[in-house]
């Protein structure tokens, strides 16, 4: 099959900062070979946010978790300003979907894991925490248990540990999915606010093209099963942008473009799983 | 947890509390039988001795410096046995409850040898360990070892996965994956583990040492047997009873007081 | 995914867990003969395994474990009629209930087996001590689970039985009872469990009875490959019993 041609903007691999280099990931299944992964390739320019969308069965998780290093067994190569990546990489800070919080540590000994394992002198690395905990805006909440923070504030705190292990890129996999919809607008706030101020690099997963259009700099839009990239688009909003932009007209013309490519994607998906179902005959999980 | 506007109730008196007088009626009622069991002569003399005598008995018994002694060396035995047999049973279960292949292969052993009575491995355990309280630790290890490796291998299951990817992204080693991840993620399975040991412990070490022992408590019970002191006898069950019962409540506290910061 | 075994890793696992036993078997052996393991201490596998047939046939073995069944069977009949008419009892007359069920709890976790040189005062050095430990340690699982099964009857159920004017004694055989008898099948488990370690844990501290004790005078004889053997023996009936118990629980309890 043959890989769908990527307009001009890319990023030229000696400037990238992460270089995902033909990728291909097969999975074993009782119904057959699986492959959720096929030849996708991207790059990742310093300081830039860029977005990945695609529609649920796109890999984009495989992906996720192969740029992260927790999975293994792919074709294609991973690097971080030129260094491979085999297993975790210290320059990528990865973000989780789920809610990570350690429950049995307060807020500020969250934020401090990551400076815990690489073992930083308890003093510095409560101070340096701190200077994290205050960037996400928890201020007061050091002591707290994550049982006592709303889901929002967990996920904040979750921010602030990655950030602590201060990361060359911030890789995301759709950290807002178990938030409300308001919610999730003020914090794709208060993530575009401090990407800008730290200049990170990151590089966002996810299947919500309001976050994706708000918070990139381009996305990256994936087919469903096999992933591929279908296209990449640039989005020239202005930077630095606040939650506002999601009522511009130029806002609007990007959600429009990327969903009228998306839409093709999703059905397929959707037609893909009904079929399953049907000669299955099993009841949908 | 805000308790602001929450209608508190007045709380009954202690003594016109319904429960606590139903209490007082049972353990009168059964005082009462046996007083009367113990002076009418129906049984065997010393076999249900008065209440007083019990009551003497158990005096003198923590007036004995002797007693503290042979407590010390049981609870030496115990705490050790407990130390072995917790350790081995936490690396085991951590082992097993990681490893999807090793658990399936293994750990039917642990759950179907569990349920066996341990005191008959005893014999074996004096061959190998002698007859001074090496014999008694190892009975107490291996009694304790099952529960707590069972529990931690069911713990280390049902650990939230996404706990588990955190530590390898932030590229913890084994070593604290263990310590800052797998223990504090599971330490309510881990300690009612180690509650159902103690229990176990506590009974295998005694047991021991009431078949093969010169020192500690139960080489005391039966000594007190063997001379029919009744009284005795008595007053040592009754104390070990309450130490035990609270020794078991202590390990539950511990792992409850934790449940106050938990959802 | 839909979970589709193949042989591979159906008797896989079990295998390694078997394969692994016998390499330790092996292991042992080689080291017994090689003089590593003193044998005196350690007889050589091979050694327990022949003595199995002799233990068997000399010591009577079955003869024994009758002995241990039946002195098991009336530890577990006492538990069950005492245990669940307490329970029963409890779950009805709440105040008493409130009272005294964390003594039960209590007791549960109370190391019981420990009187036995009370009983042995009490009830002599029978069959009746033996059945008696066992009972006092079963019971309170059985009181317990009960209580549980009882109250935790589902509460639209309950409003059926109001609804169709079923008075309180039809309400609990009809409605509470069969709702319980999962977990009163449950905790009838615990109980016949408990009952069994402390009926062959008590035989073979007091020297009598059936299999506990034969272990208890192999030891005591030196026979060292007897011994080894009569636990073997021992723990293989304990395995079985506890398996058994299983399937049966999972069979009486569908719906769990």
């Given amino acids: 099959m043959s890989v769908t041609p990527l307009p001009a903007s890319r990023v030229r691999t000696q400037d990238a900062i992460l270089v995902v280099d033909d990728i291909v990931k097969r999975f074993e299944t009782p119904d057959g070979i699986l492959t959720a992964v096929d030849h996708v390739s991207l790059s990742v320019a310093p300081e830039e946010f860029l977005g990945v969308i695609g529609p649920s069965g796109c890999g984009k998780s495989t992906l996720f978790n192969v740029i992260g290093g927790l999975l293994d067994g792919y074709e294609g190569q991973v690097s971080v300003a030129g260094d491979r990546v085999s297993g975790p990489h210290p320059a990528i800070g990865m973000i989780f979907q789920e809610e990570s919080t350690f429950p049995w540590r307060t807020v500020i000994d969250n934020v401090a894991f990551p400076l815990e394992i690489a073992g930083v002198p308890k003093a510095q690395r409560i101070e340096r925490a701190r200077h994290f905990v205050s960037l996400v805006g928890l201020d007061g909440f050091e002591k707290r248990y994550p049982n006592e923070l709303s889901g929002g504030m967990r996920q904040r705190v979750s921010l602030a540990r990655t950030l602590a292990s201060e990361p060359k890129i911030l890789l995301m996999d759709e950290p807002f999915a178990s938030l409300d919809e308001q919610t999730r607008l003020l914090l794709g706030d208060k993530i575009l606010q401090i990407q800008q101020q730290l200049k990170q690099t990151t590089l966002l997963i996810t299947h919500n093209i309001t976050e994706a259009v708000q918070l990139s700099d381009r996305i990256v839009v994936m087919t469903y099963r096999p992933g591929r990239v279908k296209r990449i688009v640039d989005i020239n909003l202005p930077r630095p942008r606040t939650s506002e932009i999601v009522s511009s007209e130029a806002f609007g013309r990007y959600v429009a473009q990327i969903w009228s490519d998306l839409r093709e994607e999703a059905s397929r998906g959707l037609r893909d799983t009904e079929s399953r179902v049907l000669q299955s005959g099993e009841r949908r999980p | 947890m805000a308790d602001a506007g929450k209608l508190t109730v007045a709380a009954p008196k202690p003594w016109a509390d319904p429960v606590t007088a139903v209490r007082i009626v049972i353990v009168l009622t059964i005082l009462l039988t046996w007083e009367l069991v113990a002076r009418s002569g129906l049984l065997y003399r010393d076999v249900v001795p008065s209440l007083l005598a019990i009551g003497e008995a158990v005096v003198k018994l923590i007036g004995q410096p002797d007693y503290y002694w042979h407590l010390g060396v049981t609870a030496g035995e115990i705490g050790t046995a407990l130390v072995i047999g917790g350790l081995s049973g936490l690396i085991v279960g951590i082992a097993l409850g990681g490893n999807r292949l090793l658990a399936r292969a293994y750990e039917p052993y642990l759950y179907y040898l569990g349920p066996t009575p341990k005191i008959i491995f005893f014999p074996v355990m004096i061959m190998w360990f002698g007859v001074g309280p090496g014999s008694k630790v190892a009975m107490g290890a291996i009694s304790c070892f099952f529960p707590i490796a069972l529990s931690t291998a069911a713990g280390m299951r049902q650990i939230d996965k996404v706990l588990i990817r955190v530590g390898k992204s932030f590229r913890a080693n084994a070593w604290q994956m263990a310590t800052k991840i797998y223990l504090p993620a599971m330490r309510h399975p881990v300690i009612n583990g180690v509650r159902l040991g103690l229990g176990v412990a506590i009974i295998g070490t005694l047991l021991a040492e009431t078949k093969l022992s010169n020192r500690g408590v139960g080489f005391l019970i039966i000594q007190a047997y063997s001379i029919f002191d009744m009284p005795r006898m008595y007053a040592m069950l009754i104390v070990l009873f309450v130490l035990a019962i609270g020794a078991n409540a202590l390990v539950a506290r511990i792992g409850g007081l934790d449940t106050i910061r938990q959802a | ?256």
């Fill in chain 3, 1 to 256: 995914m839909t979970g589709v075994a193949t042989a591979k890793t159906r008797f896989g696992p079990a295998l390694l867990g078997i394969g692994g036993l016998v390499a330790v078997l092996v292991l042992v052996e080689i080291l017994i003969r090689a003089g590593a393991i003193n044998r005196f201490i350690v007889p050589m596998p091979s050694e327990i395994g022949a003595s199995f047939e002799r233990v068997i046939v000399e010591e009577d073995v079955f003869g024994r474990f009758w002995q241990t069944m039946k002195e098991a069977f009336w530890a577990i009949v006492l538990i069950t009629i005492v245990g669940v008419s307490t329970g029963v009892l409890l779950h009805r007359v709440t105040l008493l209930r409130r009272a005294t069920e964390t003594w039960v709890a209590a007791l549960a976790s109370a190391p019981t087996v420990l009187m036995y040189p009370l009983f042995l005062v009490i009830f002599g050095r029978s069959a009746l001590t033996i059945t008696m430990m066992g009972f006092v340690a079963g019971l309170a699982p059985v009181i317990l689970k009960t209580i549980e099964g009882l109250s935790g009857t589902r509460r639209v159920l309950i409003n059926v039985g109001r609804s169709l004017k079923l008075t309180e004694t039809q309400l609990f055989w009809k409605i509470l009872f069969p709702a319980a008898l999962p977990n009163i099948f449950v905790g009838l488990r615990l109980g016949m469990i408990f009952a069994l370690i402390n009926v062959v844990g008590v035989e073979f501290l007091i020297n009598f009875g059936g299999l506990g004790q034969l272990i208890n005078e192999l030891a005591e004889r030196y026979d060292l490959a007897g011994t080894y053997a009569a636990i073997s023996f021992v723990v293989l009936i304990s395995v079985v019993f506890f398996m058994f118990t299983e399937k049966a629980e999972r069979w009486l309890t569908p719906a769990n």
